[in-house]
């Protein structure tokens, strides 16, 4: 199967899954972003703008990991990297979770309350069953430069 033949989410209306997990107890937003910040998918309730600038931020976020592998005890010249998985950015009343989803792309996800809340927890258990159901078809084609 070529890549033109294969499924992406950047080809694929994802909108709902998103939608399904802001249907969680204290899930705000949802949001899928390919690794060079741009929006691939959206919940509702987020307007394009605010997506837009979110995109770009949990993207930087994600690139981050990348420079922590010595710190992790990973050096460079390791020929397998750490992989980032999730991180979770705990503010006074919300919690942001980051998840990578599929190949140049990742998950973002707005919760009510703080990261030890009931809610937090049950908004990772479900963007995880949501990434894990749906990880053949949450990646991104990689763009083409052109000039």
Known sequence: MTTADQHAADSTD?????????????????????????????SDGL????????????????????????????????????????VVTDMKDATVLLFAAGERTGVGVAVRGDALSKEASLAITATLKMIQGLRPVLGARERSGTA
């Open 47 to 86: 307007a394009r703008d605010d997506a837009d600038r979110a995109a770009a931020a949990l993207s930087g976020v994600k690139s981050l990991q990348a420079d922590l592998g010595a710190f992790c005890g990973h050096p460079d010249e390791d020929k397998s990297p750490l992989i980032m998985r999730h």
């Open 14 to 42: 994802m909108n709902w899954a998103l939608n399904r997990l802001t249907e969680e107890p204290g899930v705000i937003n949802a949001l899928l972003f390919s690794s060079d910040g741009l929006v691939v998918a959206k």
